[in-house]
């Protein structure tokens, strides 16, 4: 037996940083209440964790915060590329990549794209958009203690600011504490991986000059190759702020304490190449840069997401996202199986799915960084060695081959060497622009509160009306749309209208179950001789019901 606690809620989250704010808002979306509790004072001042990739727009988009981020994110919406050069005064250097999307044609694949928006600007809207939906975020909160039972898991937190504790008892906990997460070592559960990549100091700093000297070139991040003083330059604002990644090297003996301002100085304007260039420091803090994925993402009724279960490389920007992505998993489980609607099995799920992506996708961001030759990285062999190459499809092409999936196929890669978004079980669903109760919406936009079923008018299997009667008869919320009633394909530009059946690997007698996270769930090519079986069979499975 448990005492009573101060404060019950369904699920305590811990961390209030990209992660665990996008926990709260995908949670407070589904209408699930939560507490949060960070002990830090605040989101985060520094510059960093730039990169969301088109896959976490797409989430963000759904969750109503697409505009409120390109608002954040507008100083730098017209920066694109990497730029590898030895010194940045003249013309000297080469684009590794100019524009993250030439020619527009990621516009085939999703309703919006990617998003330069550094962590201190988009978790404030993280944390107003979690707040407005009225989840409960206290900062400078701490989690000291944790024990789960059968039942729950009752937490200790302490306030900061008052020295005073209280108890909290929820259903469910969400660490998303960071890579050296004290909820993971309490739980004993290990980490596999190559280890420590390499270390770098990150420095903040002012210069007036330095958007002369950088002049038309708006690239995201230049890597600067002297050999006596390489590192990173990310603009902030193109004009006058400015961060510098120096790279650290502790492994021989180089202590923080030898980073001063007058080192930090005389390396900025080596790397640049500007001896005369006004470098007015504004901040400095230290990161390692790691390979590792957590031997599980879960105990019991603990579960952990971001850092915490995995660190990557920054080459790509796929750790923040990744984390975001482990979220948005995680919370419509968490949604399911509080609402009534699924099995407790579904959230074991949350570890078969997200574990694979990590350890596929951690591998591919270390062969990005052997590409792109990152500054301050010397790999040891076998590290990096991976499958190279575009990133489109490690962002967006990933697959879950088990889990809360039926009939996947469990011999694909986790990460295909090509990106194939064709209504496979287990892959991101397709998207079409589609005329629905008068607006133009994605198929994406379909996604996020219920289960989908997509079936056609012209089916002589009765998919539309099986699906209201399982809904009725069982409480899931499976919605059912069918294309040539309520969903209309909108043509593109002097080109025919794309057939919803063939983009989603279906035929008009067939349909397609599309999960709240937009992940194809299941899809038939036949009808059925009694659709409503089916469908009750299929979510049984799928929902790891009774």
């Not at 954040?72 to 250097?93: F, R």
Request: net charge negative.
């Amino acid at each position: 037996m448990h005492r009573e606690a101060d404060h019950r809620v369904p699920v305590l989250i811990v961390g209030g940083s990209l992660v665990g704010l996008s926990t709260s808002l995908f949670l407070g979306r589904l209408g699930v209440p939560h507490l949060l509790v960070e002990r830090h004072s605040g989101t985060s001042h520094h510059p960093r964790g730039r990169g969301n990739n088109v896959r976490t727009m797409e989430l963000l988009r759904t969750a109503g915060v697409e505009d409120a981020v390109k608002d954040a994110a507008a100083l730098l919406a017209d920066n694109h590329g990497i730029l590898q050069t030895p010194t940045l005064v003249g013309d000297a250097g080469e684009w590794l990549f100019k524009h993250i999307d030439p020619g527009g044609g990621m516009a085939r694949f999703s309703p919006t794209g990617w998003c330069l928006c550094s962590q201190n600007d988009l978790e404030p809207v993280l944390l107003d958009s979690a707040r407005a939906l009225g989840g409960d975020l206290r900062y400078s909160h701490e989690l000291e203690t944790f024990e789960q039972d059968a039942d729950g898991v009752t937490a200790t937190v302490r306030d900061r600011a008052t020295d005073e504790r209280y108890t909290v008892r929820a259903d469910y906990l969400v660490a998303a504490d960071g890579p050296r997460s004290p909820v993971r070592r309490a739980l004993g559960i290990g980490r596999s991986g190559p280890g420590d990549l390499f270390a770098n100091v990150s420095v903040t700093f002012r210069s007036k000059l330095l958007a002369d000297v950088v002049g038309d070139r708006r690239f995201i991040c230049c890597y600067l190759t002297d050999p006596e003083a390489d590192g990173a330059l990310l603009p902030v604002d193109n004009k006058e702020h400015w961060v510098f990644h120096a790279p650290w090297h502790p492994e021989h003996g180089e202590s923080l304490d030898e980073f001063t301002e007058e080192r930090l100085q005389r390396h900025i304007r080596r790397a640049i190449g500007a001896p005369d260039l006004d470098v007015e420091i504004t901040g400095k803090a230290s990161w390692r840069a790691a390979e590792r994925v957590a031997d599980a993402y879960s105990a019991g009724r603990v579960f952990l997401a971001g850092d915490s279960v995995h660190e990557m490389s920054p080459t790509g920007a796929f750790g923040s996202n990744t984390g975001i992505q482990d979220a948005h998993n995680l919370a419509w489980k968490l949604a399911a199986v509080l609402g009534g609607w699924a099995g407790p099995g579904l959230l074991d799920t949350y570890d078969t799915e997200r574990r694979p992506v990590a350890t596929a996708t951690s591998a591919r961001a270390s062969a990005r960084s052997v590409e792109h030759s990152h500054p301050g990285f010397a790999p040891a062999p076998g590290i990096g060695g991976g499958k190279r190459g575009g990133i489109l499809n490690v962002v967006l092409g990933y697959r879950y081959l088990r889990g809360a999936v039926v009939g996947a196929d469990d011999s694909q890669d986790v990460v295909p060497d090509a990106l194939r978004l064709t209504g496979e079980p287990g892959t991101r669903a397709p998207h079409l622009w589609v005329r629905h109760d008068g607006a133009r919406v994605s198929t994406l936009d379909l996604y996020e509160r219920s289960l989908v079923l997509l079936s056609d008018a012209r089916s002589t299997a009765d998919w539309h009306t099986a699906a209201r009667r399982v809904a009725e008869t069982t409480g899931i919320p499976l919605v059912s749309h069918r294309f040539g009633t309520d969903l209309t394909v909108e043509a593109p530009p002097a080109a025919p209208a794309p057939d919803w059946t063939e983009a989603h690997g279906t035929t008009p007698d067939g349909a397609v179950l599309v999960r709240p996270d937009g992940f194809v769930a299941w899809r038939t090519r036949t009808t059925a001789p009694d659709p409503e079986a089916t469908l009750r069979e299929t979510l049984t499975t799928l929902l790891r019901t009774p």
